[in-house]
């Protein structure tokens, strides 16, 4: 019998720790980011986003804290494509085994920017993301909202310039699974180089769809999908962590291609914990 060839990992990155702090009421300390982290990485968490460095001091000793003690996920910090909020993000991952520098911009543009400085400007932006690490992250922001063409040029400048995962994110939680997939063919289908980066997407809850969304966005090549435990994030939320694992991987019939494509190893056990964890910590039940 031929060896089974393994099946690369669908990729999940939770973002509890950063997106889920901008819940209304939600504060979360360091020796509580520091307490979860370590729980989601040995129940299998792929990528831990820990904070926003750059622009919250405290986030600062969190993900030091965290990029020393994490042994198996890559630590994650936010940045916008300002050179001194990268430079804080690159410097607070050093101590981790993997790091990573999540980057965002902001493609809906107004009617007085100049489209070319911005793409000059992201450029300039991860280039300097990668002399930290080799592994950067670029987020379109509001990217259903965007001009397509500008968003083609913008996620081709982003790969070209050194972003190893490129995430979609529906910012405003306005699409359904048809408008979000539509939005993410065209780019698979007018960026040239898009094979050459991971496709991610990150998905809000205004209109309850989050998890919705993101197994429509995995039907569609998407290997990284940005979550939170127990759909904590801005607003009404983000993707459910355990509400999409538990989807994907129990409704065989429906989801069976996306059996055929990825694995997911996770500790059913430990994420239960982890969300009963973050129930005590933020008081939302």
Same mark, same amino acid.
Request: aromatic residues 4%.
């Given at each position: 019998?031929?060896?089974?060839?393994?099946?690369?990992?669908?990729?999940? $990155?939770?973002? /509890?720790?950063? +997106?889920?702090?901008?819940?209304? =009421? &939600?504060? *979360?300390?360091? #020796?509580?980011?520091?307490?979860?982290?370590?729980?989601?990485?040995?129940?299998?968490?792929?990528?831990?986003?820990?904070?926003?460095?750059?622009?919250?001091?405290?986030?600062?000793?969190?993900?030091?804290?965290?990029?020393?003690?994490?042994?198996?996920?890559?630590?994650?910090? $936010?940045?916008? /494509?300002?050179? +001194?909020?990268?430079?804080?993000? =690159? &410097?607070? *991952?050093?101590? #981790?085994?993997?790091?990573?520098?999540?980057?965002?911009?902001?493609?809906?543009?107004?009617?007085?920017?100049?489209?070319?400085?911005?793409?000059?400007?992201?450029?300039?932006?991860?280039?300097?993301?990668?002399?930290?690490?080799?592994?950067?992250?670029?987020?379109?922001?509001?990217?259903?909202?965007?001009?397509? +063409?500008?968003?083609?040029?913008?996620?081709?400048?982003?790969?070209? #310039?050194?972003?190893?995962?490129?995430?979609?994110?529906?910012?405003?939680?306005?699409?359904?699974?048809?408008?979000?997939?539509?939005?993410?063919?065209?780019?698979?289908?007018?960026?040239?180089?898009?094979?050459?980066?991971?496709?991610?997407?990150?998905?809000?809850?205004?209109?309850?769809?989050?998890?919705?969304?993101?197994?429509?966005?995995?039907?569609?090549?998407?290997?990284?999908?940005?979550?939170?435990?127990?759909?904590?994030?801005?607003?009404?939320?983000?993707?459910?962590?355990?509400?999409?694992?538990?989807?994907?991987?129990?409704?065989?019939?429906?989801?069976?291609?996306?059996?055929?494509?990825?694995?997911?190893?996770?500790?059913?056990?430990?994420?239960?914990?982890?969300?009963?964890?973050?129930?005590?910590?933020?008081?939302?039940?």
């Amino acid at each position: 019998m031929p060896d089974e060839i393994a099946l690369p990992n669908l990729i999940l $990155l939770d973002t /509890t720790l950063r +997106d889920g702090e901008l819940t209304p =009421g &939600v504060r *979360i300390t360091v #020796a509580q980011k520091l307490q979860l982290a370590e729980l989601l990485d040995a129940a299998g968490i792929d990528v831990i986003e820990v904070g926003y460095p750059g622009a919250y001091a405290k986030d600062v000793d969190a993900v030091q804290q965290v990029a020393n003690r994490l042994q198996r996920a890559t630590v994650c910090a $936010l940045a916008h /494509t300002k050179h +001194d909020e990268i430079i804080s993000a =690159g &410097v607070v *991952i050093q101590p #981790a085994r993997r790091g990573r520098i999540h980057l965002y911009t902001r493609v809906h543009l107004d009617a007085d920017a100049n489209p070319q400085q911005v793409l000059t400007h992201l450029e300039e932006s991860i280039t300097l993301a990668r002399e930290y690490t080799d592994d950067v992250e670029w987020s379109a922001f509001d990217a259903p909202r965007s001009q397509p +063409d500008f968003l083609y040029r913008a996620v081709e400048t982003a790969i070209a #310039a050194g972003a190893t995962t490129i995430n979609i994110p529906d910012s405003m939680g306005a699409s359904d699974p048809d408008s979000f997939t539509r939005l993410l063919s065209s780019i698979q289908q007018h960026v040239p180089n898009i094979d050459q980066a991971i496709l991610s997407v990150h998905c809000h809850n205004d209109r309850g769809l989050a998890v919705q969304n993101s197994i429509a966005a995995i039907h569609h090549g998407v290997r990284q999908v940005e979550c939170a435990v127990n759909g904590l994030g801005a607003r009404k939320g983000n993707t459910d962590l355990k509400t999409l694992v538990t989807m994907l991987w129990q409704d065989q019939q429906v989801l069976q291609p996306v059996h055929q494509r990825y694995a997911v190893n996770l500790d059913w056990q430990l994420l239960d914990q982890a969300s009963e964890l973050v129930k005590q910590m933020t008081g939302i039940r």
